[in-house]
């Protein structure tokens, strides 16, 4: 299934997440939630969103920047309130009360997803409901003071993965999420990058086309979090990418398939080296631990392009 | 003695360890964040653990699973959180398993605010989750007290082999507050032989469990647990009074709402009016005594003031039974009273009095 991106046509499009929400200066969120509807905006969407960055700042009581149809879920729940409303949504079809293609779209932060939200959104997955469900990866609990999540990688410093003398900042791997939702056989499962703009918009837009539970992981950078510059989150993304930190890839039916391969992939430092959260890595006591997860990108990396020369 | 500046949240991690605490199980939420940022970094300097669940369910259950083997364990967490917990809260309370869980209460119902607010009173005080148990609970009002109950809380869960609830509301979590912190208290931990810690050569194995099948059985466990709420209601029933005995108007208030009242109760004694406070530091067991003392002497009403809808209130009028009446001021929403609101209303009794 091919699918054509048009930016000039794209660009006629109306933004369905509004300015004037409350994210933080130089947020990759919005961007991705802009993204996302923009991908979408042929069809009347209804989105979701458990609590966190995105939800808090979107919705600040009696203001909305969302011009779709947009629930709030508490923070566990994203996978299943979107079930329930994707639920009614059929029967209604059924009885013939609508007969509109509406799709129904779920945009959680890596808390909300990753952690506390992954039943229910296993539940979602499992049943087969249609729903596309983005996550926002910044890897870590943001809109609560950067605690540590299953998505913060190795090392990283956060407020409950202190770097000290004691431990060296989270001393866990990053879980691989996008790789849990493939392992639910669902139609489609990836992995974007807003940096790769058609990449990512192309995902969304073919997600949509898919009929059954879709599951699109998005790398976001925070510069709160990763004690980065505040313009630096789209370069970030870039460099996520380019060092295969955060392949860009799909699992479509059961086929994976490497949408980008860098050229020269570079050295994981180039990504860690411009975030103050893995700053205390560049000691000789903390060496082992950049090895460690130069390694650890090797092996994935390694293993996803054997994936997918056995899938074609 | 050397004073330091503490923020609440930091104040409650540092009561626990001082209590001997070194398991803590957290997860984070607004407005207690700062309590779990402040263990991660402290237990692992005192040889303890720090760790972070996937959610508050877990996090209880960790708690029930330390507990079990006998650890001084904590976690905490704020309205919407505890409301999680609770199933696990429940099993807690059955198995009979000591444990300090601190609640630092946000605006509710649902989502709410991450203002202050006291919503969590009946929550705390009727148990909270399913079946028949209760947990003391304690109600710090300043940071001070916070590191002082924190301990107490420990010591109560130990003698009790029962959760203990601290209850703050988002004020006292964030405000900052000299702190005399002093030598460490001599921490006594009983004996646990009960605690699964392996037979260690034992013929007879120690056995954790909520589960009872046969309702005969199940009754006796909570006849048990009921003469143990019994002995609780005798032996631990705490408060505090502030011109109480020649009060004539006796403000009734926990947690914040006590600060704000003492305010008032200055303001009013010297304007005259006789107007004193009781508050109660344990919300459960609920400290009737003074009220019922205090109706037969000059008290001629009550005012019970609470961040919620009236929670405190009904304990309050259950205690009186009618004896003198009970007025109520109160703000939802993580509304906070104001001195002026509490002061109109005293003033409004005081004329009716008249």
């Known amino acids: ?312 | 003695m050397e004073k330091v500046l503490m923020k609440g949240n930091e104040a409650f991690g540092e009561g626990a360890v001082r209590a001997g605490c070194r398991h803590f199980f957290g997860y984070p939420i607004t407005p207690q964040s700062e309590l779990p940022h402040y263990l991660a970094r402290r237990l692992p300097e005192v040889g303890g653990v720090y760790l972070q669940a996937e959610s508050e369910v877990a996090a209880i259950n960790m708690v029930y699973g330390a507990a079990a083997a006998g650890a001084r364990v904590m976690t905490s967490s704020s309205s919407p959180g505890i409301s999680l917990m609770q199933e696990g809260i429940s099993y807690i309370a059955c198995a009979e398993l000591p444990c300090v869980v601190v609640n630092i209460m946000r605006g509710g119902p649902g989502l709410g605010n991450i203002a202050a607010s006291q919503a969590d009173y009946f929550q705390a005080v009727k148990g909270g989750g399913h079946g028949d148990y209760r947990l003391p609970v304690l109600a710090p009002a300043s940071v001070q007290e916070v590191i002082d109950l924190v301990v107490t809380a420990f010591d109560l869960a130990d003698k009790y082999r029962n959760p203990v609830m601290v209850v703050g509301d988002g004020i006292l979590g964030q405000m900052m507050e000299p702190v005399k912190l002093g030598p460490p208290p001599e921490v006594t931990t009983p004996p646990k032989p009960w605690a699964t810690t392996g037979t260690l050569g034992r013929k007879s194995r120690n056995i954790i469990n909520s589960l009872y099948i046969e309702p005969e059985e199940l009754e006796k466990v909570n006849l048990r647990l009921q003469s143990k709420y019994r002995r609780m209601e005798e032996e631990e029933k705490r408060w505090e009074e502030y011109h109480a005995t020649d009060a004539e108007v006796v403000i009734v208030a926990f947690g914040m709402v006590a600060r704000i009242a003492k305010a008032v109760v200055d303001k009013m004694r010297k304007a005259g009016i006789p107007v004193g406070l009781i508050r109660p530091v344990t919300l459960y067991p609920f400290p009737d005594q003074p009220l019922v003392a205090g109706s037969s002497g000059p008290v001629k009403a009550f005012l019970v003031a609470e961040m919620n809808a009236g929670q405190m209130l009904e304990d309050v009028r259950l205690a009186l039974c009618g004896r003198r009446p009970v007025h109520f001021y109160g703000r939802t929403g993580g509304m906070l009273t104001s001195v002026a609101e509490v002061e109109g209303k005293v003033r409004e009794i005081w004329e009716g009095l008249k």
């Open chain 1, 1 to 312: 299934m091919a699918v054509q991106i048009n930016l000039k046509e794209l660009s006629k499009k109306e933004l369905m997440l509004s300015p004037g929400h409350r994210l933080c200066a130089g947020c990759t969120a919005p961007i991705i939630a802009k993204m996302v509807l923009l991908a979408a905006a042929d069809y009347p969407v209804v989105a979701n969103s458990p609590t966190g960055c995105l939800e808090v700042s979107t919705c600040i009581s009696d203001y909305t920047a969302w011009k779709v149809p947009w629930i709030h879920t508490a923070f566990e729940n994203a996978g299943a309130t979107l079930s329930g409303v994707e639920t009614m949504y059929r029967a209604w079809k059924r009885k013939g009360k609508i007969d509109k293609e509406v799709k129904f779209i779920a945009i959680g932060g890596d808390g909300g997803t990753y952690d506390i939200g992954l039943q229910s959104l296993s539940g979602a997955m499992e049943r087969g409901h249609d729903l596309l469900y983005v996550c926002y990866d910044n890897g870590a609990y943001m809109n609560t003071g950067i605690q540590r999540s299953s998505a913060t990688p190795l090392g990283a410093d956060t407020t409950t993965s202190p770097a000290g003398t004691a431990v060296p900042g989270k001393v866990q791997r990053r879980k691989d999420l996008t790789r849990i939702m493939a392992a639910h056989n669902i139609p489609y499962a990836a992995q974007a990058a807003p940096s790769h703009w058609q990449d990512f918009l192309k995902k969304v837009k073919k997600a949509l086309e898919i009929k059954g539970p879709k599951f699109i992981n998005v790398i976001s950078p925070c510069n709160r979090g990763w004690r980065s510059r505040l313009d630096d989150a789209i370069q970030l993304s870039r460099l996520a990418v380019q060092t295969c930190y955060w392949p860009l890839y799909e699992v479509a039916e059961g086929a994976t398939k490497v949408t980008y391969k860098p050229r020269e992939k570079k050295p994981i430092e180039e990504f860690l080296k411009v975030q103050g959260r893995f700053k205390h890595l560049f000691t000789p006591e903390n060496e082992w631990i950049i090895k460690k997860f130069q390694q650890d990108i090797d092996q994935e990396w390694e293993r996803l392009l054997q994936e997918e020369s056995q899938s074609s």
